[in-house]
């Protein structure tokens, strides 16, 4: 089973440059999510989907869009890349609100982007 | 708002030795608690979860948690350490808000625990 797929796994940047990171997940969950994680912080939350066609902003969402064009894609986009977006980025899904119980987040491998 | 803090940034133990690694939250509402792993590389695997019952819960690969909603605190044990276990630990929580709330997922600092032969 696949589950949740983040493309690229590695990404190196010159500031001011810009791209894309896909997340794909073939569980048919409505939510989705990307956080970052900085050493002594643990994820952060950067913004979120509740279905198809929707996106809403989290924690920290400056200098980064999102869009769920697709319920099985989230794309996460940096348009003018910066050396504090160097950062591993994660995405998640899950099936409904994590406000609900015997629900949760399944979580992608992780992209690692370093911004020069 | 609801917060998670994790009282130890790393934790170095020996092989075969009992681990605890502390965490509290605070919340003004009903919570439902987790902790999640990573191993090196890795992305984050569910371990355990709490979400309403019995206070004492087991989990994957010999963990164990207990809730003390008194304390506000989910701390993770573990009896007899292995190598494998080397890896580091987020404790999370969510909201029970209720309606069509998103649930926010906050995640602690995380612990690094390493596992020394």
């Known amino acids: 089973n696949a589950g949740v797929t983040q493309t690229p796994k590695f990404r190196v940047l010159k500031t001011g440059q810009s791209m894309t990171l896909l997340c794909a997940q073939d569980?048919?969950?409505?939510?989705m999510y990307w956080y970052r994680q900085d050493p002594g912080m643990g994820l952060r939350l950067i913004h979120y989907s509740v279905g198809e066609g929707t996106t809403a902003k989290g924690e920290v969402p400056d200098g980064y869009n999102v869009s769920r064009l697709k319920k099985q894609n989230f794309l996460l986009g940096l348009e003018s890349a910066a050396p504090s977006q160097t950062s591993v980025y994660f995405c998640?899904?899950?099936?409904?609100?994590?406000?609900?119980?015997?629900?949760?987040?399944?979580f992608g491998q992780g992209t690692r982007l370093t911004v020069v | 708002a609801q917060s998670v803090t994790q009282l130890d940034s790393q934790v170095p133990v020996f092989e075969e030795a009992p681990v605890e690694l502390r965490c509290n939250y605070s919340s003004s509402v009903s919570v439902y608690l987790f902790w999640y792993v990573q191993y090196p590389n890795q992305g984050l695997q569910l371990l355990l979860k709490?979400?309403?019952?019995?206070?004492l819960v087991k989990g994957i690969n010999g963990f164990e948690a207990e809730f003390n909603k008194s304390q506000t605190s989910f701390h993770l044990r573990k009896p007899s350490v292995h190598i494998s276990d080397t890896a580091e630990y987020f404790c999370a929580v969510s909201v029970d808000a209720g309606g069509t709330s998103y649930g926010k997922l906050t995640f602690g600092q995380g612990t690094i625990l390493t596992v020394h032969p």
């Open positions: 709490y979400l309403s019952g019995s206070t």
């Open positions: 569980m048919n969950h409505e939510y």
């Open positions: 998640a899904s899950s099936p409904e609100t994590l406000a609900r119980p015997n629900t949760e987040a399944f």
